[in-house]
């Protein structure tokens, strides 16, 4: 089992500074190459309080602040245009940070494409949901409308 530190929120294993134990593998192909997670050392333990400080930072000041996007967030639909071939199809797959950038776009507060999970990869136009983390206790629906254009 190798001990790491997280320095970004990983679903079903915690947030960003924790501490956790993963398996041998799972640390060395996912979370390490990806930058979610540094090895833990005893010296890391500063390391997770500024970790920690920036995520507060980054954090909606209250929940009651977060609870009010997310009845925002699940009210509206997202349109978000991107480029496509005739027959429906994307070049290439709509990513968090096209979604951070629509939602901001379409005047629903700022998000963090961190924040923002997607079920699967979007490769052609219509409908789709999104999961968006606001807070730790609170996660929004967001209804995407996947459109043509650019």
Not at 80 to 101: Q, Y
Not at 129 to 149: F, K, M, P, W, Y
């Amino acid at each position: 089992m190798a001990k790491l530190i997280l320095t970004h929120e990983v679903t079903g294993l915690g947030a960003a500074g924790d501490v956790v134990e993963v398996k041998d593998g799972y640390a060395r192909n996912y979370l390490l190459p990806r930058g979610f997670a540094l090895a833990w050392t005893k010296g890391g333990e500063k390391q997770v309080e500024s970790i920690k400080a920036a995520r507060a930072a980054r954090a909606h000041a209250s929940v009651e602040a977060a609870q009010a996007q997310a009845q925002a967030l699940s009210s509206k639909k997202v349109k978000l245009e991107v480029k496509a071939g005739e027959s429906g199809r994307l070049f290439g797959t709509v990513k968090p940070a096209d979604v951070a950038a629509a939602v901001e776009a379409a005047g629903l507060g700022s998000i963090d494409k961190r924040n923002v999970e997607l079920p699967n990869h979007i490769k052609s136009l219509g409908s789709y949901q999104a999961n968006v983390r606001l807070h730790e206790d609170v996660s929004a629906v967001i209804d995407l409308e996947v459109v043509a254009g650019k």
